[in-house]
C-alpha cells in the first residue's frame, strides 16, 4: 500500500492461542510461508488460562471409552444441535493431537502406570481429560510456541488486524497495525485463518481476557461470512464472585471433578434438586451413589454437580434467586471438607493460590464462594466441517471463534481438543489453497488498505464525542442486564433497541492523545467489533424461542423438537444484522444408532 509496510504471505493465521499456533505449525509443515500475528505478547493468549484439560478419549485408563462415546457425549452435552461431523471428526482425531503434543514435548500428568492420567469433567461419562495439574492450557501454549518458533514461523505481536481484504470476492490479505506505535502494515495472503477466540469482553461477568472483543467474528461478517449459533453462550457455573476487582474469574470445573459439591446458605447440597429427566438416567440420585462414584464408576451413576455446565449455572441462579444464596450473592463450592488438604494442593494448585492470594481464603479448609460467569461462546464463524473454509474463498476458521462443533453447550474440555483437531485441519487446508493460487497471487489493493486505515483513525479526528470506556461499560450492562443467562422477549426486544442507540453513539467516538500505544484507541476499534457481535447474540437469541443449553428463555423453558431442527445464521451487510434459518446437516444412520 501506499506508505505501509507489506508482508507477503501464503498463510496468515490472526491469533496465537492453541488454534492459532497449531494451525501456523500445519500451514508450515504443509510447505507454506506463514505469519502468525496476535494481540498480546506472544504466550499470553486466552489459552494459557485454560486449567482442566483437553478432552480425548485415549482408552487407557477406561477401556471402554472410545471416540464413539466421546462423540455421544458431546452430541448430548451441546443438546444435538452440533454440526455431527465435526463432532465425529472432533473425538476421533483428539487422541492423536494430544498423543502428538506429548511428543513435541508436553509434560502430561500420569497414572502410576505412567499412562496418561484422565480427569473426570461434567457431562463425559469417562474420566478423558488429559491435564497438566490445573495449567493445562499453559503447558500447551509452551509446547506450541516453542515448535512454532524452532520452525521458523513469523510472529507479529502486539499487533491488531482491523480489516480482512477479498478482491474479486476471494481473500487476498489484511491490515492490521502495531499496538505500540500505531503504524498500519499490510499482509497479502491469499489464505487467512481466524483463530481469534470469543467474546466475553461484552458482558459484565466474564472469565475472559481483555483480548475477548469477538474481533474475529466481526472480521468475518465484515469480509461477507456467515456465523451461527450466536445465541448460544456458556456461562460457566463457577466464578469467583468476591472481591468485586476480580468477580467472573474462573474456578475450575476440576474442583467439582475431584469431588467438590455445591451447597446453599441452608448447607443443602441442592444439585439433586436439579436433574432434568433428559439426564436422569445416568446421574445419581443419592448422596450415597454420588460419592461413591469417584471410586467406583461402573456401579454408581455421576454425581448432579457434574452435569452439564447449562444445567449447573441455571440451578445456581435459582438458588441464588430463592434467597438461599451467600453474603456475596453465589453459593458454596466445598472440597475442603471432602478431600485432605494435600491432595487439593496438588490436584489444583493455580486454584489454592488463586482464593489465597485475591480473597484470603484457604480452599483447604473453607469452602468458596461462586456464581455463574460468562465463560464461552458456542457460536461463531460458520466453516465447512471437513476443511473449516467459511463462506468466503482463502477465509477460514478455528477454535472457539468458529460455531457448529459444541451446538449449544460445549462439554468442559472439548474446546482444547478442538483448537488441536481443527487448528491443524485449517492450516493444512489453507496452505493448500495457497498452493492452488501460487501463480496468480492477488494484493490487498491501496484504496482497500487507506481505507481500512483511516476508518481506524477516525476516532482521533471526532472533537467531543463519546468516551470508548463509557460505551463499553453500557454495552456490558445492556447484555447483562436484557440478554444474559435467563431470557424473554420484552427485554431481547429492549436489549437491540439499546444496541442501536450505542452503535449511534460508537458512530461518534473521540479518543485523546497520539497513536502511540494508546488503550483508548485499541478499545475504539475493538468497539466497533463487540457490537457487532453483541447484536448477532440478541438477534438470534430473540429469533430461538425455546429453551436448549446456553440458551435459556423464560417464555419458553422446554426445548422443541421442532427448533431441533434449525440452525441460525446471522450475516451482515455494512450497516445491520441479517438473520434466517437453516435445517440442521442429517446425522448419518449409523452415528444415529449410538443415541438410542
Ligand atoms: P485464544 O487462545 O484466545 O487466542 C486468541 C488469539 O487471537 C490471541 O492470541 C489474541 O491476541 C488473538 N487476537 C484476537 N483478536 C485479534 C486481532 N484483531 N488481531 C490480532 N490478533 C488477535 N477449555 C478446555 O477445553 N479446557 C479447559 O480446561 C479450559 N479452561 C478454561 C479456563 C478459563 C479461565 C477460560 C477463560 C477458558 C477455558 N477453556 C477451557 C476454554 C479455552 O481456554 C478457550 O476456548 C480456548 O483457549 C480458545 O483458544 P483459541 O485458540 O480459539 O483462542
Known sequence: GPGFETHDYDVVVIGAGGAGLRAAIAAHDAGARVAIVCKSLLGK???????????????????????????????????MLNNWRMAQVHAQEAPDRVLELEEWGALFDRTPDGLISQRDFGGHRYARLAHVGDRT???????????????GIDVFMEFT?????????????????????????????????LATGGIGRSFQVTSNSWEYTGDGHAL????????????????????????????????????????????????????????????????????????????????????????????????????????????????????ASRRDPEFIRRRLPSMYHQFKELAGVDITQ?????????????GGVEVDPDTQQSSVDGLYAAGEVSGGMHGSNRLGGNSLSDLLVFGRRAGEC??????????????????????????????????????????????????????????????????????????????HLSVEGNRQYNPGWHL????????????????????????????????FPMASDEWAQINLVLTYDGESVGLARQPLPVMPDDLKELFD
Not at 172 to 184: D, H, I, K, L, S
Request: aromatic share 6%; glycine share 8%.
Open 45 to 79: 493468549a486466552h489459552t494459557v488460562m485454560a486449567e482442566g484439560g483437553a478432552a480425548a478419549a485415549m482408552g487407557n485408563l477406561w477401556p471402554d471409552d472410545n471416540w464413539k462415546v466421546h462423540f455421544r457425549d458431546t452430541m448430548r452435552g451441546g443438546k
Open 161 to 193: 488486524v482491523t480489516e480482512l481484504c477479498k478482491a474479486d470476492d476471494r481473500i487476498v490479505g489484511a491490515v492490521g497495525y502495531w499496538r505500540e506505535t500505531g503504524r498500519f502494515v499490510v499482509f497479502n495472503a491469499p489464505s487467512v485463518v
Open 220 to 335: 468475518a461478517m465484515r469480509a461477507g461470512a456467515s456465523l451461527i449459533n450466536m445465541e448460544f453462550v456458556q456461562f460457566h457455573p463457577t466464578g469467583m464472585v468476591w472481591p468485586m476487582s476480580v468477580r467472573g474469574l474462573l474456578v475450575t470445573e476440576s474442583v467439582r471433578g475431584d469431588g467438590g459439591i455445591l451447597k446453599n446458605s441452608d448447607g443443602e447440597r441442592f444439585m439433586f434438586n436439579y436433574i432434568p429427566d433428559f439426564f436422569k438416567a445416568e446421574t445419581a440420585d443419592s448422596v450415597e451413589e454420588a460419592d461413591g462414584w469417584y471410586e467406583d464408576k461402573k456401579n454408581n451413576r455421576r454425581p448432579p454437580e457434574l452435569l452439564p455446565r447449562d444445567e449447573v449455572a441455571r440451578a445456581i441462579n435459582s438458588e441464588v434467586k430463592a434467597g438461599r444464596g451467600t453474603e456475596h450473592g453465589g453459593v458454596y463450592l466445598d472440597i
Open 137 to 151: 492450557g499453559l503447558e500447551m501454549i509452551r509446547t506450541l510456541q516453542q515448535r512454532a518458533v524452532a520452525l
Open 366 to 378: 473453607e469452602a468458596m464462594e461462586i456464581g455463574p460467569t460468562c465463560h464461552y461462546v458456542m
Open 430 to 507: 489453507a496452505a493448500e489453497n495457497a498452493a492452488k493460487h501460487s501463480n496468480e497471487r492477488a494484493a490487498v489493493p491501496d484504496s482497500t488498505a487507506t481505507a481500512a486505515a483511516d476508518a481506524a483513525l477516525a476516532p482521533f479526528a471526532e472533537e467531543g464525542g463519546e468516551n470508548p470506556y463509557t460505551i463499553q461499560k453500557d454495552l456490558q450492562d445492556v447484555m447483562h442486564r436484557l440478554v444474559g443467562i435467563i431470557r424473554k422477549r420484552e427485554e431481547l426486544v429492549t436489549s437491540l433497541t439499546e444496541l442501536e442507540e450505542l452503535k449511534a453513539r460508537a458512530e
Open 524 to 555: 475504539a476499534i475493538d468497539l466497533a467489533n463487540m457490537l457487532i457481535v453483541s447484536e448477532c447474540v440478541a438477534t438470534a437469541a430473540l429469533e430461538r424461542e425455546e429453551s436448549r443449553g446456553g440458551h435459556t428463555r423464560e417464555d
